[in-house]
C-alpha cells in the first residue's frame, strides 16, 4: 500500500516558468488537499478538494491552480512561478466517512524558484 | 477562526529531559486533535491523535498528550526524550467529519546527547 505519492522530490524553476507537482494516493479517499510549509508559518492550506470534480481554494490559494479529474490524483499546477512561491508542498488525503479523519501526508516536493 | 498555538517555537534538552510541548486552539464545537512530528528530511507522520474517550492519549515512541477541554489544551509529553526525537512537531485540529486541518506554527525539538 503506497499511501500518498508525490513527484517530484525537488524541483528548481525559474521565475515565470510553470510547471506541475503530482499527487496520488491509493486509499480510495475523497479529501485531498496541497498544503505548503515555510519556516516558522506551520502548514498553510493552498487548494483542496472534496471529491472528484469538485475544489476549492484554502488559505493561499493566488498562483496556484488545481483539478481533480480521478479520485486517485489531485495534480498541483504553478502557471507562473514567482520567488515567493519557493517552499516545500506537502498533500494530504483523508477520509471522510465516520468521525476519525486522520490526515496521510505525502513525502513532500522542496520547490525552489530563482 | 479556529486557530492553533503552539508557544514554544524552538526547544532544547538534553537526553533523558522530560519535554512538555503546549497546544492551544480556539474552537467552540467538538474536534479531533493531532500531533504529528516531522522529521529532518522527511514528511509529516502522525504521532498521536484524540477523537473521543479518555482524553490522556499514548502514541508511538512514548508519546502522550492530554485533552484539557476546559482549557482547550492538547499538550504533548515525554517523560524522557532521546537524541532520535530531534525534529519538529506540529499539533493540528479539525472538526470530526470535514477535511480542513488547522495546523499549529511547530515547534523544532533539538535533544543533546
Known amino acids: 500500500n503506497a499511501g500518498v505519492t508525490q513527484t517530484p522530490k525537488f524541483q528548481v524553476l525559474k521565475t515565470g516558468q510553470s510547471m506541475t507537482l503530482q499527487c496520488a494516493q491509493d486509499?480510495?479517499?475523497?479529501?485531498m488537499s496541497w498544503y505548503r510549509q515555510d519556516p516558522g508559518m506551520g502548514l498553510r492550506l493552498i487548494h483542496y478538494s472534496v471529491g472528484a470534480g469538485i475544489t476549492d481554494q484554502g488559505e493561499v490559494p493566488n498562483g496556484y491552480n488545481v483539478s481533480r479529474s480521478t479520485t486517485e490524483d489531485f495534480p498541483l499546477r504553478l502557471l507562473s512561478a514567482a520567488p515567493s512561491q519557493t517552499s516545500v508542498y506537502f498533500c494530504?488525503?483523508?477520509?471522510?466517512?465516520?468521525?476519525?479523519?486522520?490526515?496521510?501526508f505525502g513525502q513532500g516536493t522542496r520547490l525552489t524558484v530563482v | 477562526a479556529q486557530s492553533v498555538s503552539q508557544h514554544n517555537h524552538h526547544v532544547i534538552l538534553s537526553e533523558a529531559a522530560s519535554l512538555e510541548l503546549g497546544c492551544n486552539y480556539s474552537y467552540g464545537g467538538t474536534v479531533n486533535l493531532f500531533w504529528y512530528v516531522q522529521y529532518p528530511g522527511q514528511h509529516l507522520q502522525l504521532l498521536l491523535k484524540y477523537f473521543s474517550g479518555d482524553p490522556l492519549v499514548k502514541g508511538i515512541k512514548g508519546f502522550e498528550a492530554e485533552f484539557i477541554k476546559s482549557k482547550f489544551s492538547f499538550n504533548l509529553r515525554k517523560p524522557s526524550v532521546q537524541w532520535s526525537d530531534t525534529a519538529e512537531y506540529f499539533c493540528a485540529v479539525t472538526a470530526p467529519g470535514t477535511y480542513k486541518y488547522i495546523f499549529g506554527t511547530g515547534t523544532r525539538l533539538k535533544v543533546l546527547a
Open positions: 486509499m480510495n479517499h475523497e479529501y
Open positions: 494530504a488525503s483523508s477520509d471522510p466517512r465516520g468521525l476519525n479523519t486522520e490526515a496521510f
